[in-house]
């Protein structure tokens, strides 16, 4: 690693001409690689360090007007020229004195004349070895460092760019959380606004088809027979108006979180006997059969029956308002799965059906797979959205199959007991 082909320069100053030739040709004949400067004088000595940059200073102690020692002095003061190895050459009657006086005034070295030539040329290779190393210790410092600086700016700089995008990921995070506290208040209101206007719209449509109906046996009783149709007309219309509201107010109820559900223990017998009661006349209106099938001993069930009610109702109008002159079918059956007690309750028609590509669809908000069909027999697009709501809340998940154009089911499949997954 030594670069010894470097020059190095060494200035030898002694008042004495014979010696400054005889120890110049010494070092150029055992030294390689070096430049050798003479000076007379410590102010010729002075005004070579002042042009030259000298490695290695050689200096006789005694020497008139300025001696070895005020010379080393005033290189010792100089910042430039402090660095520099000073070894002193005394007579050898005078070295004990001038030693410590030479190393007191911080001396690198000191040598006797006459000159001992092996101990000069290995002295000076001593020295020359010590500066070499050290400048080559430098540049490795150099290089070191200027790497280290090099990859602290790339770190500065790549950090720099880190903090920018944790910043500009945190304006983002707070731009989406705001806009969702936005939309969320947004949707809360929407919600109650809703709800409250669904509830005001209820009360007057009941004093509508209250009246509808007063009205109608009114009629009927004073002989006015030919008005009963229309008072009808009137009084079906406001119970259809009423089943919309009903379905925009549960839908906004479970929107806000605020739909409630009241278990209780029920035997599912009795409530599907209710059910088929109460669906007949639909089934009737588009010549429809019906038909209900429980398997034996179904038992009992806890959950919200008033719910339960509602998503076969919903599931059975569907199939009654899509099939003309078909056949509907209800069937109950107890399931077990895991161990867990079940039932699934099986809607099928043989109505118009549903294309597989809308099947998807059909429990979004507002989706009415065919816009003309359901149109002519009205609706919202809101009764299976809520229908699967209330089952899932009640822990429970709903399927359907469909072939377009020979009919459609609708599975339902509840726990024995329900599970409320309400948020
Ligand atoms: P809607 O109140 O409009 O009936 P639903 O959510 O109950 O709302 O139904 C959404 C749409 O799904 C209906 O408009 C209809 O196009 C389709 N659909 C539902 N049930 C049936 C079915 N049994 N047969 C054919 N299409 C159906």
Redesign the pocket.
């Known amino acids: 690693m030594l670069a010894t082909t470097e020059t190095l320069k060494i200035l030898i100053v002694d008042d004495n001409q014979n010696n400054l030739l005889s120890l110049h040709s010494l070092i150029n004949e055992y030294i390689e690689n070096v430049k050798v400067f003479n000076a007379e004088s410590g102010i010729a000595a002075l005004n070579t360090l002042m042009k030259k940059n000298v490695d290695l200073i050689i200096l006789d102690v005694q020497m008139p007007e300025m001696d070895g020692f005020e010379t080393a002095k005033i290189i010792q003061s100089r910042k430039k020229t402090r660095h520099i190895p000073i070894v002193f050459l005394t007579a050898a009657y005078k070295s004990e004195e001038f030693k410590k006086k030479g190393y007191g005034i911080g001396a690198a070295d000191y040598l006797t004349k006459p000159i001992d030539t092996p101990q000069l040329i290995s002295k000076i290779q001593t020295y020359l070895r010590f500066i070499q190393q050290e400048r080559q210790h430098n540049r490795i410092e150099l290089a070191l460092e200027s790497k280290v600086n090099e990859r602290t700016a790339e770190l500065l700089e790549s950090n720099k760019l880190l903090q920018q995008e944790i910043i500009e990921r945190k304006q983002m995070e707070e731009k989406i959380r705001w806009a969702l506290e936005k939309a969320e208040s947004a949707n809360l209101a929407k919600s109650h606004f809703l709800a409250n206007m669904s509830h005001e719209l209820r009360t007057p449509l009941n004093v509508i088809i209250g009246y509808s109906e007063m009205l109608e046996e009114d009629a009927n009783d004073l002989g006015y027979d030919d008005l009963s149709p229309d008072l009808e007309k009137i009084g079906l219309a406001a119970k259809h108006l009423l089943s919309l509201i009903s379905?925009v107010l549960d839908i906004t109820k479970i929107e806000a979180g605020k739909m409630e559900f009241f278990g209780e223990t029920f035997a599912i017998s009795q409530l599907i006997d209710e059910m088929i009661q109460s669906v007949q006349p639909l089934m009737d209106k588009q010549g429809n059969t019906f038909q209900a099938t429980l398997s034996d001993e179904l038992g009992k069930m806890y959950a919200d029956a008033t719910k339960l009610r509602q998503i076969l109702l919903?599931?059975l109008s569907?199939?009654a308002?899509?099939?003309n002159n078909g056949l509907i079918t209800l069937k109950v059956t107890s399931t077990s799965e895991q161990g867990k007690k079940g039932f699934n309750f099986i809607?099928t028609?043989t109505?118009?059906?549903?294309k597989s590509e809308?099947i998807s669809h059909?429990?979004q908000l507002f989706?009415?797979?065919?816009s003309s069909?359901?149109r002519k027999?009205?609706?919202?697009?809101?009764?299976?959205?809520?229908?699967k709501q209330f089952t899932e809340m009640m822990g429970g998940t709903i399927s359907v199959e469909?072939d377009f154009g020979k009919?459609?089911t609708?599975i339902v499949r509840l726990p024995e007991q329900m599970k409320l997954s309400q948020e």
Request: net charge negative.
């Open positions: 379905d919903n599931l569907n199939a308002k899509f099939t809607v028609d109505g118009i059906g549903i809308k059909l429990f989706s009415q797979v065919d069909s359901t027999q009205g609706g919202t697009g809101l009764g299976l959205v809520i229908t469909s009919g459609s609708f």
